[in-house]
């Protein structure tokens, strides 16, 4: 990863199914568009979808786009995670995010399929990572790791990123930023850490989009000032609010940030294509 360039990041959730063209040909655009690196998210709200690594390793031979697949420590044990790093670099891959992984929701939790594992969290499984190369490993992984800047303690939260980079992390993805006290912990991140990070965007598309945010995904607030602009819009004008409150905050946050990291609703790249314009 250049640490010298401005770095298009964009996030695309995998499918839920064995389906992967729509997710190849959403890459395809972004790559035509500039962007740097597509990264993969690992099966988002704890509910199953397409392996993170398996696709990203795909996209990284048909689309030729690096890729940054994520790897939460909520489903695999020291095993699994050491045998997926294995294959993953032998494939190419030089880049991971680490994260703890969501929650399973009550549906999920009333039901004996689904088994957290938890045998790491993110910084012990970083050291872990370490401990393979020479061995198992060639070469290292660049491991990057999730900050939230919409903390209520954010001091905590960056104590946190600060115990990541001694063990071994090389950068951040921020939370989606709605807010200047995000932009202010963004800058204070990226004063205080002395690795690279990427300001988190997330263009709503709906005023049910921004509730859904607000109700069922941990780490996101949406301002009821933003929540409120898009009440009884169409669709036309919800896509144009999306743009231009995504391009307010990529324009507020570079001055603090390496890169600008933008998650791709619904797999509506038109939208992240007028963004990055």
Do not use: W
């Not at 491991?143 to 903390?151: E, S, T």
């Not at 509730?211 to 009440?231: A, D």
């Amino acid at each position: 990863m250049d640490n010298k360039k401005y770095l298009k990041i964009v996030e695309l959730d995998p499918p839920v199914s064995a389906d992967a063209e729509r997710f190849l040909a959403a890459a395809r655009e972004l790559k035509d568009a500039g962007v740097d690196m597509v990264t993969v998210s690992d099966s988002p709200s704890a509910r199953p979808r397409m392996d993170s690594c398996l696709l990203a390793c795909r996209v990284r031979r048909e689309v030729s786009i690096e890729t940054l697949p994520h790897l939460t420590c909520r489903d695999r044990n020291s095993i699994a995670m050491k045998a997926l790093l294995m294959g993953i670099y032998s494939e190419g891959i030089r880049n991971i995010l680490i994260v703890t992984g969501d929650p399973f929701g009550e549906e999920q939790r009333q039901t004996t399929y689904y088994k957290s594992v938890f045998e790491h969290n993110s910084r012990t499984m970083t050291r872990g990572v370490y401990r393979l190369v020479g061995n198992e490993l060639p070469g290292a992984f660049n491991i990057f790791g999730a900050l939230n800047v919409n903390a209520r303690n954010f001091s905590h939260e960056l104590s946190k990123a600060e115990d990541k980079v001694r063990v071994g992390m090389c950068g951040f993805l921020t939370q989606p930023i709605f807010s200047e006290k995000a932009i202010a912990n963004l800058e204070k991140a990226k004063a205080e850490l002395g690795v690279p990070v990427y300001g988190g965007i997330m263009p709503i598309v709906s005023e049910k989009n921004a509730i859904f945010m607000n109700e069922n995904v941990p780490g996101i607030t949406v301002p009821k000032s933003i929540v409120e602009k898009y009440h009884e819009k169409s669709k036309e004008e919800c896509a144009q609010l999306a743009v231009e409150i995504s391009r307010r905050t990529a324009d507020a946050i570079r001055p603090h940030s390496d890169g600008i990291y933008v998650v791709t609703p619904f797999y509506r790249t038109e939208i992240v294509k007028k963004i990055l314009e």
